[in-house]
């Protein structure tokens, strides 16, 4: 019974009559994904040695007219892995950019010296 309902399962989810995926991810792009993108833009620029291996949305927050977006990027260079929080600031009713900022995270029990 149970080999059956997984057989459905799977059938129902590879059989799709909606939308190609690309609409999709364009009809759900999230607010943030413009933010996003100078993100990983601007740490790549900063750190072009280190490859992007993961990324995290953290949220944003509102503070006197202006937008905060965080992302935390996970970085590997070389045999040292590390994370950046960037910190993109923006007005929020133009969405002019006001600043990029970057702060360099250890992961749990890592050192300076690797």
Known sequence: ????????????????????????????????????????????????QASIIDYLYMGSAQNDGATIATFRLWLREGKREYGVVVRVTYITETEKLESVKFHEILPPGGSEKN
């Open 1 to 48: 019974m149970i080999k059956i309902a997984i057989a459905i399962g799977l059938f129902i989810a590879s059989y799709s009559p909606h939308s190609p995926i690309a609409e999709v991810v364009q009809e759900g792009t999230p607010a943030y994904a413009k933010w996003s993108r100078l993100a990983i833009k601007q740490t790549q620029a900063n750190y072009p």
